[in-house]
């Protein structure tokens, strides 16, 4: 499971084929590994970097919980990949 310190990378992926890698949609952050951080008791990464007013509320610091469900981390040490569920309010190995 993710912890603290683990390296990620982040995908987000087409809805229709969810969870296939292949329909990668690129974003800025498509290769950027991060490093997961806990902040307040919840897991998260530094993902907002351009501080944007309209995500996060301009944190860095993006809990996992304020991403969508077709949003997938892949730890890049084991390649395990997850994604957190708004339905059991954690992050759920795929």
Same mark, same amino acid.
């Not at 993710?2 to 087409?14: A, D, G, P």
């Not at 800025?28 to 997961?36: A, M």
């Not at 806990?38 to 907002?48: C, Q």
């Given at each position: 499971?993710? $912890?603290?310190?683990?390296?990620?990378?982040? =995908? %987000?992926?087409?809805? $229709?084929?969810?969870?296939?890698?292949?329909?990668?949609?690129? #974003?800025?952050?498509?290769?950027?590994?991060?490093?997961?951080?806990?902040?307040?008791?919840?897991?998260? %990464?530094? =993902?907002?970097?351009?501080?944007?007013? =309209?995500?996060?509320?301009?944190? %860095?610091? #993006?809990?996992? *919980?304020?991403?969508?469900?077709?949003?997938?981390? *892949?730890?890049? *040490?084991?390649?395990? $990949? @997850?994604? @957190?569920?708004?339905?059991?309010?954690?992050?759920?190995? %795929?």
């Amino acid at each position: 499971m993710l $912890q603290e310190n683990s390296k990620v990378k982040v =995908y %987000i992926c087409n809805h $229709q084929t969810f969870p296939e890698i292949g329909d990668e949609v690129k #974003t800025r952050n498509s290769g950027v590994i991060f490093e997961v951080k806990k902040h307040n008791g919840k897991l998260g %990464i530094d =993902y907002n970097t351009s501080r944007s007013p =309209y995500t996060c509320n301009g944190e %860095i610091f #993006t809990p996992f *919980e304020t991403f969508s469900w077709n949003v997938i981390f *892949e730890d890049v *040490e084991t390649g395990k $990949q @997850y994604h @957190y569920s708004n339905i059991t309010g954690n992050l759920e190995e %795929i």
